[in-house]
């Protein structure tokens, strides 16, 4: 398996713009998670997914955030309008219940 | 709450000495434990998960432990290298919903 996929590995976008993060789990795990990592704040939990099922979007920090779970073979986070703040490294990870995480390379988002 | 903490923040030891992490945990009822590493810029990896029935699990250099009842994992690394400087994370996972809480990790630097 080629692991946990995220797409772009890099982002830069203007302030105010619509920005999409990408995610492609391993094949046959049922829960998909999506994480933020600052310096300042460390790796924070925004939402996951059971059987593509939204379960805690607690962590989402405002409504210009959205998650979406079409399928068991894809996800996307979305932040419209973006801002400066925005700026971190937002990683996907995925899991079969019981057997652990596997994570991502992540997307390192720059909003100027 | 569960809180995960890694203790100490940062460590520096001399190439080739036999090292321990350590993870604590405030509720003792967690179902698995994983630590994970982290190199600058890049994204997790796994490096062993604990499940609910087992006491250890080992990987090559790498052996770690979970005694639930005291709240505290260790990860040992044997012969230390310069390519095990990262950042460690433990995890714990609070309940079969593969929800998990990561400490804030610590920072390992191996001196040549």
């Known amino acids: 398996d080629a692991g946990v996929i995220q797409s772009p590995r890099h982002e830069v976008t203007e302030m105010g713009q619509e920005v999409t993060l990408r995610c492609k789990p391993i094949?046959?795990?049922?829960?998909l998670f999506w994480y933020r990592q600052t310096m300042m704040r460390g790796l924070e939990l925004l939402i996951y997914?059971?059987?593509?099922?939204?379960?805690?979007d607690s962590g989402m920090p405002e409504d210009r955030f959205s998650a979406k779970m079409p399928n068991a073979s894809f996800s996307t986070l979305k932040i419209q309008p973006s801002e400066p703040r925005d700026s971190a490294v937002y990683f996907c990870?995925?899991?079969?219940?019981?057997?652990?995480?596997?994570f991502g390379s992540g997307t390192r988002l720059t909003v100027v | 709450k569960q809180e995960v903490t890694q203790i100490p923040a940062a460590l520096s030891v001399p190439e080739g000495e036999n090292l321990v992490l350590n993870c604590s945990f405030t509720?003792?009822?967690?179902?698995?434990l994983q630590w994970f590493r982290q190199d600058p810029g890049k994204g997790l990896t796994s490096l062993l998960l604990?499940?609910?029935?087992?006491r250890e699990q080992t990987s090559g250099r790498l052996n770690a432990s979970l005694d639930k009842s005291s709240g505290r994992s260790t990860l040992y690394i044997a012969a230390s290298q310069p390519g095990d400087s990262a950042t460690y994370l433990c995890?714990?996972?609070?309940?079969?919903?593969?929800?998990?809480?990561f400490g804030k990790g610590t920072r390992l630097h191996i001196l040549p």
């Open positions: 990870a995925s899991s079969k219940q019981g057997w652990g995480y596997t």
């Open positions: 094949s046959g795990h049922d829960y």
């Open positions: 997914f059971n059987n593509n099922v939204p379960i805690d």
């Open positions: 509720d003792s009822a967690i179902y698995n």
């Open positions: 604990i499940q609910s029935s087992q």
């Open positions: 995890a714990v996972f609070e309940s079969t919903d593969d929800k998990i809480i």
